[in-house]
């Protein structure tokens, strides 16, 4: 299957500090990213879709201006946490498909904690 | 939009048993069902995907099957084996949420030895 990376693996920062996070597609392109939160024994929550080029599309309820996605390339997407708060300490997970494509391959996630 | 209903939340079987889990959908137009295994503090991997023309598929101990007129599909895992020990995630994708997967809550497997 394909395979997609997540950078860093897990963050400890500062309350008010901001944390980027990488996402790779590292044999495919990946026109369109998807970025998911994760609870503890909780499914996955979209937090918005990414397709390269473009502005991301966010899910209700979710910050555009607290979380910054970008999709420069067609292997790479970034998400950026602004002035990161407790609150904000999650498991991030990117996804990544290819064009015309129906599957979605998931990154290794990456733990952030607020302190 | 779809709704993804999975059951159960959790499952215990003995080693070498079966498992089953199932998952019914909303939206009729949905026409990719792919399921997950995420093991603790990893992201989802894909193990199987079945597609709204083929009623079930296999692949060595895992199948899928689905019910286009019911709206449901189920995950069968055989000879289970404490490395299947994990939350399994069924998705549906629909036209009609451009094409996007909905998640299904998560079954957490525990296979005991």
Same mark, same amino acid.
């Given at each position: 299957?394909? *395979?997609?990376? &997540?950078?860093?693996?897990? *963050? +400890?920062?500062?309350?008010?500090?901001? *944390?980027? +996070?990488?996402?790779?597609?590292?044999?495919?392109?990946?026109?369109?990213?998807?970025?998911?939160?994760?609870?503890?024994?909780?499914?996955?929550?979209?937090?918005?879709?990414?397709?390269?080029?473009?502005?991301?599309?966010?899910? &209700?309820?979710?910050?555009?201006?607290?979380?910054? +996605?970008?999709?420069?390339?067609?292997?790479?997407?970034?998400?950026?946490?602004?002035?990161?708060?407790?609150?904000?300490?999650?498991?991030? +997970?990117?996804?990544?498909?290819?064009?015309?494509?129906?599957?979605?391959?998931?990154?290794?996630?990456?733990?952030?904690?607020?302190? | 939009?779809?709704?993804?209903?999975?059951? !159960?939340?959790?499952?215990?079987v003995q080693?070498?048993d079966?498992a089953?889990? @199932?998952?019914?959908?909303?939206?009729?137009?949905?026409?990719?069902? !792919?399921?997950?295994? $995420?093991?603790?503090?990893?992201? !989802?991997?894909?193990?199987?995907?079945?597609?709204?023309?083929?009623?079930? @598929? @296999?692949? $060595?101990?895992?199948?899928?099957?689905?019910?286009?007129?019911?709206?449901?599909?189920?995950?069968?895992?055989?000879?289970?084996? !404490?490395?299947?020990?994990?939350?399994?995630?069924?998705?549906?994708?629909?036209?009609?949420?451009?094409?996007?997967?909905?998640?299904?809550?998560?079954?957490?497997?525990?296979? @005991?030895?």
């Open positions: 299957g394909a *395979v997609v990376s &997540q950078h860093p693996s897990w *963050v +400890i920062c500062k309350s008010g500090t901001s *944390v980027k +996070i990488e996402c790779r597609s590292l044999d495919f392109q990946a026109t369109t990213m998807f970025w998911y939160r994760q609870f503890p024994k909780q499914s996955l929550m979209l937090m918005a879709t990414s397709n390269e080029g473009s502005k991301a599309t966010y899910e &209700q309820g979710v910050e555009k201006d607290k979380f910054l +996605i970008n999709h420069a390339s067609l292997t790479l997407s970034t998400l950026t946490v602004t002035s990161a708060h407790p609150e904000d300490s999650s498991f991030y +997970i990117c996804s990544a498909r290819g064009r015309g494509r129906e599957t979605q391959y998931f990154g290794p996630g990456t733990r952030l904690l607020v302190l | 939009g779809e709704n993804v209903e999975q059951h !159960p939340s959790t499952l215990s080693e070498g079966s089953v889990i @199932k998952c019914t959908y909303s939206d009729s137009a949905s026409n990719y069902f !792919p399921w997950y295994k $995420q093991e603790l503090g990893k992201g !989802p991997q894909l193990i199987i995907d079945i597609r709204s023309n083929v009623g079930e @598929k @296999k692949d $060595q101990r895992i199948a899928v099957t689905l019910n286009k007129t019911a709206k449901h599909f189920s995950l069968h895992i055989t000879e289970t084996q !404490p490395e299947d020990s994990a939350v399994y995630f069924c998705a549906a994708r629909s036209r009609n949420a451009g094409n996007m997967l909905t998640f299904g809550g998560g079954t957490r497997l525990m296979v @005991k030895p």
